[in-house]
């Protein structure tokens, strides 16, 4: 039997030809001329297709022996063509057996032909073939480029199907760059950016944008729904890795790692590389924006919750929707939108539903990648251009008909705070648009563009029946940038988020969004435009009365209802009203000191706003004073001290982090007003009381003055931006400042020190836990 070998093999007479199908030949010869085997496709093909009928490997490694032969760069590649397509197809009916059984692991599932195909070098070969073009010096193009649709699909079913192929993919940095340069050809566009995307999810290191060649090229190539696509892979590339929920999440941990990493880290990098493309922003707010024809027929709310069911997977659709496009193909390079597709038949054959699951799948990459950007290091050049290019009033154009449509399917889960969370394209969708909003309004002056003329001319009003001036940012709005239509963004969201089912996830994302218009200096007419609208009833509502139990949830109503109160006298006047039963107070005060880490901020702002009430006291503020619950409850110092020693003792410095340093600060707040009214010593004394009434003396204390070091060192490092304390609070963070050195102070005889009110066998503070 005529044996298949390839070029390297040590037999290759044709008188010598019978000694190929001996095996003990084969290793001898190998032996002489230094030709080893490297392949197990070069063993004999009389024992390969022997072995292939007991091992069922479905002719698998003879097949791949044919390729390896015909695929030399001169050899007849229409036949390695034909032997791709024939293996393709094996291994297809695999991946989509993978695809429809509720993508279970390779564990759980076994899938022999990708196996055998893995196995026996087929992996290996296909990225030879591949690169193979780059690696050889020919005039003519190889006409291998047309076997490059089977090539990645295999690639890609050996991805899903075996485990360690992606891995040992990703290990191959000149592979991964290399297959961004295939993205140029529209046929196998999908199939790329699907591989590239499952490698860079499990690549160790991230790759470096700026290494993959003519990037801005290749950008600048796509159209709309390939630019969309390849968002999902930029998301990998810009976005900062999880580090989890360990140690390395601490803010201890955070700071060790800043230090000795002081450059900026790959993520920034690529950021910056993207915005250096010329157009990119602007192409992403289009896509963001754009339309989608509206739902018709009465069949529509069933097709797309039968969707729903088995879309999750992209690769799918994608494939779907290039069918369409290619039926519709035009001459424009936008060829991907609505308006170019009307004419196809597939087009039409396809439920509207899932026209609009399509592109609310490209959405949520697009504003990931959006929000990500708007939280990098050039925060201020990406909010230039988002606001120069209208995504806000775009974004507001679609809220009713894409955004929040009234319908969700209700067999599909709301997950919480996790953005990877596995949720349907609509949910997902919510959540990014959500975050995205959270991002454009923390703490920056675009945030009035959430709102539409009238809406600002609202704001004016409220400011000037106060009597006080103008917030700047609002003046200095451009007007031609803001929403249109009747209500602007930010209304909307307050009118769904009214809506809203009490068991919702969606409310921790609508409150955080929401209270990112308020953070930042305190604006009295933002907070009355809210409060005319019924903010502070419906959050009392959530805290008090719909009986809902999410940590995540109550936390972002909390901290919202800070925002919304903080010294606003109306604001407190409308919860005296609402809160108008004791059993309702003591509810509220229940879900407040169940979690004083999700509580605090709406703590430290009942404290402020009380000082501030008790220093301008004219009749309307005394009245309120004296009748309101919340702040009478808050001025009986017996209960500013239990929330003192409670802020305390739940932090230290090892387990600090980015959600409850709060309490540090908020800490803070009480002691340094207490420092204002010369009441300091008061209160350090009676938490030297309290450690003793509690038997055991020196620990709180010794504890608040580790806390103290530690907040110098993370406040007053030179690239911390600390006036968000300052805004929060309205003292100055040089009064921060000077009240922490004065705690830290080591003369024992001053009755502000810390250390004054710890007894010398208990002193503890000469052990250094801020090293690393």
């Not at 070029?7 to 001329?33: E, Q, Y």
């Not at 699909?153 to 891995?167: F, H, P, R, S």
């Not at 707040?669 to 003793?692: C, D, G, Q, S, T």
């Amino acid at each position: 039997m005529a044996t298949l070998l390839g070029s390297d093999s040590p037999c290759t007479g044709g008188k010598r030809r019978n000694c190929n199908s001996n095996i003990v030949t084969r290793f001898t010869a190998s032996k002489i001329t230094g030709q080893s085997f490297s392949r197990g496709t070069q063993l004999p093909g009389g024992l390969l297709q022997e072995r292939d009928k007991r091992a069922k490997w479905n002719g698998i490694p003879t097949l791949l022996q044919k390729l390896y032969e015909s695929s030399h760069p001169n050899s007849d590649l229409s036949h390695a063509h034909s032997f791709l397509k024939v293996l393709s197809s094996q291994l297809s009916m695999e991946a989509m057996s993978f695809v429809t059984e509720d993508r279970k692991t390779a564990q759980e599932s076994t899938f022999p032909n990708t196996y055998t195909f893995d196995l026996f070098g087929g992996v290996d070969l296909l990225v030879e073939i591949l690169m193979r073009p780059t690696l050889t010096m020919q005039k003519k193009k190889p006409k291998i480029n047309m076997s490059l649709h089977e090539d990645n699909c295999v690639l890609y079913n050996c991805c899903i199907c075996t485990e360690g192929v992606t891995k040992s993919l990703a290990a191959r940095d000149d592979f991964v760059l290399f297959l961004f340069t295939l993205m140029t050809n529209k046929k196998t566009f999908l199939q790329t950016a699907t591989l590239i995307e499952d490698i860079l999810g499990v690549k160790k290191e991230m790759i470096q944008l700026e290494g993959i060649p003519n990037l801005s090229g290749l950008v600048q190539s796509f159209d709309q729904q390939q630019l969309a696509n390849f968002c999902r892979i930029l998301s990998v590339t810009i976005s900062e890795p999880d580090v989890g929920n360990d140690d390395k999440h601490t803010l201890l941990a955070k700071n060790a790692q800043q230090k000795r990493n002081a450059s900026p880290s790959r993520a920034e990098v690529n950021q910056v590389t993207l915005l250096n493309i010329p157009g990119f922003i602007e192409r992403l707010c289009k896509l963001a924006t754009r339309k989608v024809s509206e739902a018709t027929g009465a069949n529509f709310l069933q097709e797309l919750e039968d969707w729903y069911t088995w879309l999750d997977n992209a690769l799918v659709l994608d494939a779907l929707m290039q069918m369409a496009t290619e039926e519709a193909e035009q001459s424009s390079t936008e060829s991907s939108d609505e308006s170019s597709l009307a004419t196809s038949p597939l087009r039409h054959r396809l439920p509207q539903s899932m026209k609009i699951v399509h592109e609310i799948m490209y959405k949520v990459e697009v504003l990931y990648v959006l929000c990500v950007l708007l939280m990098g290091r050039q925060r201020n050049q990406v909010h230039k251009m988002l606001a120069e290019f209208r995504l806000i009033p775009g974004l507001n154009n679609l809220f009713d008909k894409l955004i929040w449509r009234k319908y969700t399917a209700s067999n599909h889960v709301v997950h919480g705070q996790n953005e990877n969370c596995d949720c349907s394209p609509e949910i997902s969708f919510k959540i990014q648009f959500l975050r995205l909003l959270q991002s454009f309004s923390d703490h920056h002056e675009n945030k009035y563009l959430l709102l539409n003329s009238q809406e600002l001319n609202e704001l004016s009003a409220i400011s000037m029946k106060a009597n006080i001036p103008e917030v700047e940012a609002l003046v200095n709005t451009d007007r031609s940038l803001v929403c249109d239509g009747k209500k602007g963004l930010l209304t909307r969201l307050l009118a769904v988020m009214k809506r809203e089912p009490p068991d919702s996830s969606f409310r921790f994302w609508q409150a955080r969004a929401v209270e990112s218009f308020l953070r930042g200096a305190t604006s009295y007419a933002d907070q009355m435009f809210l409060l005319k609208r019924g903010l502070l009833e419906h959050i009392l509502f959530c805290i008090i009365d719909s009986g809902c139990t999410s940590r995540d949830v109550l936390q972002s109503y909390f901290d919202l209802l800070g925002e919304l109160m903080k010294f606003n006298i109306d604001a407190f006047k409308r919860f005296n009203k609402y809160v108008n039963t004791p059993e309702k107070f003591q509810t509220f005060l229940t879900q407040i000191n169940s979690s004083l880490v999700d509580s605090n901020m709406l703590v430290r702002c009942i404290v402020l706003s009380l000082d501030r009430f008790e220093n301008v006291l004219y009749p309307p503020v005394v009245e309120v004073l004296s009748e309101c619950c919340l702040l009478s409850y808050m001025a009986r110092v017996e209960n500013r001290l239990s929330f003192l020693f409670r802020l305390i003792n739940i932090i230290n410095v090892q387990t600090l982090t980015q959600e409850n340093v709060s309490c540090l600060n908020t800490s803070l707040v009480i002691l340094m007003l207490a420092r204002r009214k010369a009441k300091l010593p008061f209160y350090l004394n009676a938490l030297r009381e309290k450690e003793y009434a509690e038997k055991y003396p020196g620990c709180l204390l010794n504890n608040f003055h580790n806390l103290l070091r530690f907040w110098q060192r993370h406040y007053l490092n030179k690239d911390k931006d600390s006036t968000c304390l300052e805004n929060s609070s309205c003292i100055p963070f040089s009064y921060w400042k000077e009240t922490v050195s004065v705690l830290l102070g080591s003369d024992r005889t001053s009755l502000c020190a810390i250390a004054s009110y710890i007894d010398e066998p208990f002193m503890d503070l000469d052990r250094d836990l801020l090293e690393d």
